[in-house]
């Protein structure tokens, strides 16, 4: 009886393990993308991505402050952490971040690479 009881708690934390996991790991995929003005409406300290093109790039002291520019719409962004390589003061990045009274604090970064692609003549 005891072990069957042992063997029952292991499959509960493993399958609670798992779960808890699973969750960490699609924290990317239940976080949609936000335009600008979408951050509106969100309340301060719900995470956040937002997408769009970089305008107004300033770094001062390793803090880099920037403005998500997309439909016309735009927001500021405060960033305290290394560039991504890839990054151009005028290119696409989504903004992973939280909301706070001035716009998002990002905790990370991401470029988007521009299209290769050439239309022909």
Known sequence: MERRRAKLLVGVVV?????????????D????????GELVSMETGEWVQVIGNVQDFTRDDGIT???????GESVGVRYDGELP????PSGDVVVRGTVTEEGPEGFRIVTKC??????GD
């Open 85 to 88: 390589p890839m990054f151009s």
């Open 114 to 119: 521009p299209s290769r692609y050439e239309p």
């Open 15 to 27: 399958a609670v393990f798992l779960a808890g996991l699973r969750y960490v790991s699609l924290d």
């Open 29 to 36: 995929v239940v976080t949609p993308y936000r335009s600008p």
């Open 65 to 71: 402050t920037f403005r998500v520019i997309s439909g």
